[in-house]
């Protein structure tokens, strides 16, 4: 129902930054709850951020707390994961995605995501 197409990904140092975009096309996006996933080889898709349609509710994974920041722009249909503080172990694909129910639904439930960009890769170098 919404097209995604993540930008931002690149080689960067541990302990520095990275800012994330997702350009959105479709009529759905702004009263949608987005999530950004990240998958490493050999590894599940794990949920990361998540932000609700108004942008007042936040979920982070423990291991990026404190270090991610998820935020959204409706007017321009983006949403953005500005990482800092990096680590070899974000080392990863992130995508972003759409959920179809509400916030408290799509909460670290991937299968609730129907709409996935194609991903941008993120590497840490130590």
């Known amino acids: 129902q919404v097209q995604l197409e993540e930008s931002g990904g690149g080689l960067v140092q541990a302990g520095g930054s990275l800012r994330l975009s997702c350009a959105a096309s479709g009529r759905t996006f702004s009263r949608s709850t987005m999530g950004w996933f990240r998958q490493a080889p050999g590894k599940e898709r794990e949920s990361v951020a998540t932000i609700s349609w108004t942008g007042e509710m936040t979920f982070y994974a423990d291991s990026v707390k404190g270090r991610f920041t998820i935020s959204r722009e409706n007017t321009r249909n983006m949403v953005h994961l500005q990482m800092n503080s990096l680590k070899p172990e974000d080392t990863a694909a992130y995508y972003c995605?759409?959920?179809?129910?509400?916030?408290?639904?799509?909460?670290?439930?991937?299968?609730?995501?129907?709409?996935w960009g194609l991903g941008t890769q993120v590497t840490v170098s130590s």
């Open positions: 995605a759409v959920c179809g129910g509400i916030y408290y639904e799509c909460v670290s439930r991937k299968e609730n995501f129907g709409s």
